[in-house]
C-alpha cells in the first residue's frame, strides 16, 4: 500500500489511476500533520467489501437494505 499527499496525487493523477487499475492501494494523506483521510482501491475490490455473504442462503438468496437503516454492516455481522 502506497501513500501519498494531496499535492503529489494532484501531480500524477493519471499515473495513480493506472496503479490503481493494475491492483495498488494509495492511501492519501493531507495537512501538516500528512493525517491519513482516503484510501484508494481497484472498484473490484470496492464491490466485493460492500458483499455479505449470506451463510446457507449465498447464491440462494437476495436482499436489499433502505438507505434510511439505522445499523451499520458491522452491526449486522457482529448480531
Do not use: C, R
Not at 29 to 42: E, L, M, R
Not at 55 to 73: C, E, Q
Request: cysteine-free.
Amino acid at each position: 500500500m502506497k501513500t501519498m499527499q494531496i499535492g503529489e496525487l494532484k501531480a500524477h493523477f493519471s499515473q495513480v489511476i493506472e496503479e490503481v487499475k493494475q491492483g495498488e492501494e494509495i492511501v492519501i494523506s493531507y495537512g501538516k500533520k500528512k493525517d491519513n483521510v482516503a484510501v484508494i482501491i481497484p472498484y473490484s475490490q470496492y464491490k466485493e467489501k460492500n458483499k455479505i455473504k449470506l451463510g446457507i442462503l449465498a447464491n440462494k438468496g437476495t436482499y436489499s437494505i433502505k438507505p434510511d437503516f439505522k445499523m451499520t454492516t458491522e452491526e449486522i455481522i457482529n448480531l
